[in-house]
């Protein structure tokens, strides 16, 4: 064990990503499983603490302006690691397997009511964002280095976002930790303040157009703790939370304990940019060193060259200030009248624009407290305790599979406890599988995306090609429903995770607009959050009715027991294993829908579909299809929007051609999975493509 570096600010940093990398993965197991047997706070160390602000916290009608814009720009700060996330952790109840199960899909149904709801998306982000902004906004992308060095937090303010994190990456591994970060999330509970810290944050957010403080005590209309419990006793009962109910309890005190610690650490960096107007000035000086150093030309404090006093800091930071506070410019106690202020900072001045309201006030409540300068103690962080987290070494990725290899990759993917191990093989399947399916001599299909991408045609194609569909030969069922029920079976895997090609969106905190075009499909393909909605659950009943009793599909029974073909696991295991890369996959993604959504539409969809109804199968779930995919306002249509936008955005940085391979090269994959099944060893024909395609290829 080792004391407080950056271990915990880096582990944010690697978890904050939508797409973690496997080794950050690994080491948020490490850093929870850590966590879980010994407490990264002594429990009387976090009692002392919170004894010390209360001795010491001020009242808000106290407080000056400058005083609160001081204490709302700290608080802003650690409400973002928080807010920049807010929820992620709750994601895994909208994926495979949870949204299949009845009290899994009803928590999603609530995160999404949460995260998503009309007007609501990202909203603790935009506060922070909006507060950050008008105080002094940290530069860079979220989870970047210049981001967390802007927000200048110690390790303790990542113990909790650090914990929530890891739980939104590894959640097969966490399930009832999981389970217990449910209602501090949904209730509001992780952004609850000190009183006059939350009037100090309001105030300035009052006067601050375009920021708007949330609502913090949403709570829904539903009793979020019988929900939560009949998940614990369902998911225990499942086999998907061994121990549930005593690591639920236990976690539960962790996370209350982490909360507190989270609140102490905001609360203390308010006071003590209260109590030590000097240090927040040093401080100040530090950051603006980098940008300050080479800049003064001539002038002069206290009988040193300016430039001379920069090139000694950040070091030598103390310097600067005691040097500026007995030079012409300052005058102690009075702000109003120190020339620094008023001919200096102000704009238009040499100085205007250099400094952010948050740093004018720290210059200004330095100015005062210099009439009377009293030295009083920062208040200590609690003393945390982080892990020395190493890296955990893994076997390689394999770089083919085999069939077992992909059958074992679909039990990792849906309920492997070890995804620092099924990410890096997720990856090495994709890329594995993006070659091998374009080598594999391609069959006459329905459809084909053309060559080349050129905007004004698209839409136009897709119509055309909706037509020729609608118009293809219908050939009626001729084997008495043989190969609907070799389809249905081996295509059991697959149908029973429909939708989870798109599932890594749900880490998205705000969705661009081609990304919402996708999610909203996502959306409806696990039945809205409706307990028994998802289209793999409307699966289960198809199966059921064709004669099979089948394992759930997450447990080892389904991938042992069941006499599927191995090939039946290609395709599921791809689209599952995509999922798992919705930023640097995005445009195979976005390929991979198309071919998911836009088929089996037309005449000969509903046509084969009335004749297996004439035979006495049921037919629903085909007939769903039929209805959700529509090209009006369905998922096709969609899905060419998606196309739209992700082609526009392509187009402005100049790579049109590139994206528009790696599009067709993701739907190729996706088709020639369903090829190796379906026209291999089950040796079902295609049924569905338009005259003159055949023609063409002289058959
Ligand atoms: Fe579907
Ligand atoms: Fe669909």
């Known amino acids: ?174 399930v009832p930790e999981l389970l217990a970060a449910v209602e501090p999330t949904l209730t509001g509970a992780l952004f609850e303040m000190p009183d006059w810290v939350a009037e100090c944050v309001r105030s300035a957010a009052a006067g601050s157009p375009g920021v708007e403080w949330p609502t913090l005590s949403w709570k829904g209309t539903e009793d979020v703790t019988g929900h939560v419990d009949a998940a614990l006793r369902q998911f225990t009962e499942l086999g998907l939370a061994p121990h549930g109910a005593e690591r639920f309890a236990a976690f539960g005190q962790l996370l209350r304990d982490a909360i507190r610690l989270h609140r102490a650490e905001l609360e203390r960096s308010c006071l003590n940019a209260l109590r030590t107007p000097v240090l927040g000035m040093i401080n100040l000086v ?126 990792d993917l849906v309920a492997g406890r070890e995804r620092a191990r099924s990410i890096r093989r997720a990856a090495a399947f994709v890329e594995y599988w993006l070659d091998a399916a374009q080598v594999i001599e391609k069959p006459v299909f329905s459809w084909e995306l053309p060559e080349r991408y050129v905007a004004d045609e698209f839409p136009e194609w897709m119509h055309k090609t909706y037509q020729d569909m609608a118009s293809a030969p219908v050939s009626p069922v001729a084997d008495d429903g043989k190969s609907h029920r070799d389809r249905s079976f081996h295509g059991a895997a697959d149908n029973l995770v429909d939708g989870a090609w798109l599932q890594g969106l749900t880490r998205r905190v705000v969705l661009s607009e081609a990304e919402q075009l996708l999610y909203d499909i996502y959306w409806d393909e696990i039945g809205n959050g409706k307990p028994g909605h998802s289209h793999g659950v409307m699966y289960e009943d198809l199966v059921t009715g064709l004669g099979y009793q089948l394992p759930k599909f997450w447990t080892r029974a389904f991938i042992d027991e069941v006499p599927f073909l191995d090939e039946g696991f290609l395709a599921p295991v791809f689209r599952l294993a ?82 528009w391979e790696r599009v067709r090269r993701g739907a190729t994959a996706m088709r020639m999975a369903y090829v190796v099944l379906m026209q291999g060893r089950l040796g079902i024909a295609p049924t569905q493509v338009p005259a003159h395609l055949l023609n063409a290829s002289g058959r």
């Open 578 to 659: 995509i999922a798992d890369f919705p930023v640097s996959r995005f445009p195979e993604i976005v390929g991979v829908n198309m071919v998911c959504e836009f088929h089996g539409l037309g005449t000969a969809g509903i046509s084969k579909a009335d004749g297996l109804t004439d035979l006495g199968f049921d037919t629903s779930f085909t007939r769903l299809h039929i209805a959700d995919d529509n090209i009006e306002m369905g998922h096709s249509a969609r899905s060419r929007d998606a196309v739209v936008f992700l082609m526009a955005q392509a187009a402005r940085l100049g790579v049109t051609d590139e994206v």
């Open 1 to 174: 064990m080792i004391t407080a570096s950056d271990t915990l600010t880096r582990l944010y940093r690697g978890l904050a990503a939508v797409e973690p990398t496997p080794e950050d993965v690994g080491l948020g197991d490490a850093f929870l499983d850590m966590v879980i047997v010994r407490p990264i706070v002594a429990g009387d160390a976090l009692d002392a603490l919170e004894g010390d602000l209360r001795g010491a916290a001020p009242r808000f009608a106290d407080l000056g302006p400058d005083e609160i814009r001081v204490v709302a720009a700290a608080a802003a700060r650690h409400l973002a690691v928080l807010a920049d996330q807010d929820g992620v952790w709750l994601a895994p109840f909208a994926r495979a397997p949870y949204c299949h199960i009845a009290t899994g899909a009803r928590l999603g149904e609530l995160s999404h009511e949460y995260r998503r709801s009309p007007g609501q998306e990202g909203r603790f982000k935009r506060m922070a964002d909006g507060l950050l902004n008008v105080l002094g906004q940290p530069s860079g992308d979220i989870g970047s280095k210049a981001y967390v060095q802007a927000l200048r937090l110690g390790e303790a303010a990542y113990v909790l976002p650090d914990m929530l994190l890891t739980l939104s990456v590894s959640p097969n591994r966490y």
């Open 286 to 411: 530090e950051r603006k060193t980098p940008s300050a150093r080479r800049a003064h030309g001539t002038a002069v404090l206290d009988g040193r060259l300016l430039d001379d006093l920069f090139a000694a800091s950040p070091e030598k930071s103390r310097d600067v200030v005691e040097a500026l506070g007995k030079s012409r410019w300052i005058e102690p106690g009075a702000p109003d009248r120190s020339l620094f202020v008023t001919s200096l900072t102000r704009i238009p001045g040499p100085m205007g624009k250099i400094f952010s309201a948050e740093d004018t006030s720290i210059i200004r409540r330095w100015i005062t407290w210099l009439a009377e300068p009293m030295q009083v103690a920062p208040i200590g962080a609690a003393p945390v305790t982080v892990p020395d987290l190493g890296a955990q070494p893994d076997e390689p990725a394999p770089s083919t599979f085999t069939g077992p290899q992909t059958r074992e990759l679909f039990y």
